[in-house]
């Protein structure tokens, strides 16, 4: 009988181990997954959460703001769609402080661009959705219901 309790006494470190080796293996695979989820597998996905119908701020690295439709193309690039974007043009005068702030539309610039603009994601800042009051909505509305007329 003494010989069997030794056995079984040498067999329990080594099922100890066992067990603590799985678990380490079951604690990398859940670490894998969730960084996965959180900075790889969702990137694309994280982008474009608000609807279609919605304008959204897209904040470059090079300090410019684009106003549109965002959509998805691949992981790398990202399509925006019905662009605006802000012109700021100082007062001639110096008595006038208070410059001067146009929303245009994408298209009228001298080399003609088409409405379309597929950006680098790694270009990108960050991404606010508009509210459908806000100021750069309504000023868009606008310029879509003056351009009907003509």
Do not use: C
């Not at 100890?16 to 960084?35: D, E, H, Q, T, Y």
């Not at 019905?82 to 700021?88: N, T």
């Not at 001298?110 to 459908?132: T, V, W, Y």
């Amino acid at each position: 009988m003494e010989k069997a309790t030794n056995n079984f006494e040498e067999l329990a470190p080594r099922k100890k181990s066992a067990i603590s080796f799985w678990i380490v293996i079951i604690l990398i695979v859940i670490a894998v997954v969730l960084g996965w989820k959180l900075f790889g597998g969702q990137k694309g996905a994280s982008l474009f959460t608000s609807a279609s119908a919605d304008y959204q701020a897209v904040f470059l690295t090079n300090n410019q703001v684009y106003f549109g439709k965002l959509a998805e193309r691949n992981d790398n690039y990202a399509i925006l769609t019905d662009i605006f974007y802000l012109q700021v043009s100082q007062p001639l005068q110096p008595s006038q402080p208070n410059p001067n702030v146009s929303l245009i539309k994408l298209g009228s610039e001298l080399h003609g661009p088409a409405d379309r603009m597929e950006i680098n994601r790694d270009q990108i800042l960050f991404i606010e959705s508009l509210k459908a009051d806000s100021q750069v909505v309504k000023g868009i509305e606008k310029y879509k219901t003056d351009n009907k007329l003509q």
